[in-house]
């Protein structure tokens, strides 16, 4: 008898973006990292239960035809172990402790995959963006309302690093080096940029680093700060701004997909 052939990997997934104020979704090219449909976004539910959310997430998905083995990944602004949301970044403390995986895939009538949304944007750079083909450690950072991470080690992710976190001089970090607390306190560019000399030196004197990849809204202005770090580890703007979160969920979900 002819041998049975290998069952084909996933060549599309779909992702989804939850944030503070809009749930973003798109099915993805995991050979290219793109869209190949346009992106559908839906505003998230005000307060942003857990029983307000998943219809939402079932909406923006209803859009897209796949069949039911289609790989699923959500992102959400939490630290996630196992499929549990453990904390709550601006959405309803009732997270705390949901069983998001379960409240999703009900909600979707199929498997899903819920990962913290730095660690999917992260893990996207590093597949297709600023950091693909870099080996050793990445460390991917979100600048916007707090300091998002993500630490990628030889392409592997080490989930919830929340490095953001960091005590530095008496404050956690992000309260000083935030995007937010440069529009908070009106830094100008040159003032953030030397709080940001400090967190960063913090950060690679710790991990050692081979890259550091630099997201977030801001860093659409890249050019106005990070020429004004002086680190021994290469800094980058990361290259697949809003689009990483939702192609690093897809493909992370596409992967657990495959074992």
Do not use: C
């Not at 559908?40 to 859009?63: C, H």
């Not at 680190?231 to 192609?247: C, E, S, W």
């Amino acid at each position: 008898m002819p041998e049975t052939p290998a069952p084909a990997r996933p060549v599309r997934a779909l992702g989804v973006d939850i944030g503070g104020s809009g749930i973003k979704a798109a099915p993805v090219d995991l050979a290219a990292g793109e869209f190949t449909a346009e992106r559908v976004r839906l505003a998230t539910p005000q307060p942003a239960t857990p029983g307000a959310v998943a219809p939402v997430v079932a909406e923006v998905l209803a859009g897209f035809e796949a069949d039911p083995d289609v790989p699923v990944g959500i992102t959400f602004p939490a630290v996630v172990q196992h499929g549990i949301t453990r904390t709550a970044a601006n959405v309803d403390p009732s997270w705390i402790g949901a069983d998001a995986e379960a409240l999703f895939s009900d909600a979707l009538g199929r498997s899903v995959l819920v990962v913290n949304d730095a660690d999917a944007a992260g893990y996207a750079e590093a597949a297709f963006g600023a950091a693909k083909g870099v080996r050793g450690v990445v460390v991917v950072t979100t600048l916007g309302t707090g300091i998002g991470s993500a630490l990628i080690v030889d392409g592997t992710l080490v989930p919830n690093t929340e490095l953001g976190h960091l005590e530095i001089g008496g404050h956690d970090a992000e309260k000083k080096a935030a995007d937010s607390a440069r529009e908070r306190h009106d830094l100008s560019w040159s003032q953030w940029a030397k709080r940001l000399q400090r967190y960063y030196s913090h950060l690679e004197d710790l991990l050692w680093p081979d890259l550091i990849v630099v997201g977030g809204g801001v860093s659409k202005k890249h050019e106005k700060f990070l020429p004004l770090l002086d680190l021994r580890t290469p800094v980058v703007p990361a290259a697949l701004r809003n689009d990483a979160g939702i192609i690093g969920a897809a493909s992370l979900a596409a992967s657990r997909a495959r074992g």
